[in-house]
């Protein structure tokens, strides 16, 4: 198994510019999120998505989007990048409530 | 809502030393509770877990076990070695249908010195 795959591993945006950040699992796991780690912040939650069809915002949605079409693809959009936005990006995955995260690598992106 | 406290630091302690870093928690009803590793340029690596009260959860040399008295998860090494400086999260997770449930703490920075 792969486990999660996120793709690319670094992004520079200029302000304004949208771009998709790509999450899979191959765990088939039911519940998949976006986290943003930023420096004294800790792991904050975007979205997260309880199985394919289901998605919900968490802690910070503000400026992106995604959507859940198949069990094992969760994308995170940024509509239109923002130099807040510059963070490091994880994607995790788990077989339900009560069980335990597994995160990809990160996707570190910064908007100038 | 669930929340999870644990020292920001950084820690910096001599190879060799005793770790403790601690883990306290607020939640409803009866949370799963987890450390998480996060080495330099990686993402987080689950180190060990406990699922119910009294439980040790252990690892690497690492334990930890769920207090529901005390609403405390502390992490614990006898001797540390230069290879385990990394960010340690406190995390719990609770059985809740619709939201995500999961919670995370601050995150503690370890740097182990030779």
């Known amino acids: 198994n792969a486990g999660v795959t996120q793709t690319p591993k670094f992004q520079v945006l200029k302000t304004g510019q949208s771009m998709t950040l790509q999450c899979a699992q191959d765990?088939?796991?039911?519940?998949m999120s976006w986290y943003r780690q930023d420096p004294g912040m800790g792991l904050r939650l975007i979205h997260y998505s309880v199985g394919a069809g289901i998605t919900d915002q968490g802690e910070v949605p503000n400026g992106y989007n995604v959507s859940r079409s198949t069990t094992e693809d969760f994308p995170l959009r940024l509509l239109s990048a923002a130099p807040s936005q510059t963070s490091v990006y994880f994607c995790a995955s788990r077989r339900g409530a009560g069980y335990e995260q597994y995160f990809g690598p990160g996707t570190r992106l910064t908007v100038t | 809502g669930d929340s999870v406290t644990q020292m920001e630091g950084p820690v910096t302690l001599s190879e060799e030393a005793f770790l403790t870093i601690n883990c306290t928690y607020t939640a409803t009803g009866y949370p799963s509770l987890f450390w998480y590793v996060q080495y330099p340029g990686e993402g987080l690596q689950l180190l060990l877990k406990a699922t119910k009260a009294d439980d040790k959860g252990s690892n690497k040399g690492f334990e930890a076990t769920y207090r529901k008295e005390t609403t405390s998860f502390h992490l614990e090494k006898g001797s540390v070695q230069v290879s385990d400086s990394a960010v340690y999260f406190c995390?719990?997770?609770?059985?809740?249908?619709?939201?995500?449930?999961?919670?995370f703490g601050k995150g503690t920075h370890l740097i182990i010195q030779p």
């Open positions: 995390a719990l997770s609770n059985k809740r249908g619709g939201a995500d449930g999961l919670t």
């Open positions: 765990m088939n796991h039911e519940y």
